[in-house]
């Protein structure tokens, strides 16, 4: 049973508009949310977290919202930018700090 | 600054080898995690080393998986017998303090194809 969901596996946007990623999660006991970009060969990069006793945290052009009533929590990137393609994970951090991801959603930025 | 590294970047053996992945995390990080990352899916947690001893190694899939962090810095994960199903890219991260919501950092993985 898959505790941390993306359902969309991709998504594009033009250049210069708004990115919106979403994730949906199970465990109710998830402390921290956190999201990574990961391109081709390299290893995950952090983005921008949330704790669970917030509802927004804003990091630049990135933004993620929780919603704790309805157990989602959605990332923001606006301006969006061709660097900006990538695939992007959201992860939940249990009490051991171990995350659980996501599957990803792959992101296209058009110039 | 040194990030974290992982040798080999690529490995491949055969089923039935034995194979050992390594994990150098960044210096002064007490906390160590291993991961599995199959083909369109996200990293799967494996094991988690606080200091020199597994805090949480309920991800570890069998007994064939096994993972040592003896000085409390660079960890080897070791797999007995390989099997097909074990292919996969192995990701290591680490983390500074003890607050479960600081960011990880990931190395680049080693990419393991077990034939």
């Known amino acids: 049973d898959q505790q941390v969901k993306q359902n969309s596996p991709s998504l594009s946007v033009q250049e210069g508009r708004i990115s919106i990623l979403n994730c949906d999660y199970t465990?109710?006991?998830?402390?921290?949310f956190l999201w990574y970009k990961k391109y081709p060969a390299e290893g995950p990069t952090f983005l921008i977290s949330?704790?669970?006793?917030?509802d927004k945290n804003e990091d630049g052009r990135f933004t993620v919202f929780l919603n704790k009533s309805a157990k989602h929590l959605s990332l923001h990137i606006v301006p969006s930018q061709p660097g900006d393609s990538a695939v992007y994970f959201c992860?939940?951090?249990?009490?051991?700090?171990?995350?659980?991801f996501g599957q990803g959603t792959t992101l296209q930025v058009k110039p | 600054g040194a990030g974290v590294s992982q040798t080999p970047s690529n490995k491949v053996t055969e089923k039935g080898k034995y194979v050992e992945l390594r994990c150098d995390p960044i210096s002064g990080h007490t906390a160590l995690y291993w991961y599995r990352q199959s083909l369109g899916q996200g990293p799967e947690f494996l094991i988690y080393f606080q200091g020199t001893g597994a805090a949480d190694d309920s991800g570890l899939p069998n007994d064939r998986f096994f993972a040592v962090r003896p000085e409390g810095s660079v960890s080897t994960l070791k797999i007995q017998r390989t099997e097909r199903g074990d292919s996969a890219v192995y990701l290591c991260?680490?983390?500074?303090?003890?607050?479960?919501?600081?960011?990880?950092?990931f190395g680049p993985g080693t990419r393991l194809t077990v034939l």
């Open positions: 991260a680490s983390r500074s303090g003890t607050k479960t919501g600081n960011e990880q950092f």
């Open positions: 992860a939940a951090s249990s009490n051991t700090g171990k995350l659980i």
């Open positions: 465990n109710s006991m998830f402390d921290y």
């Open positions: 949330i704790s669970s006793i917030k």
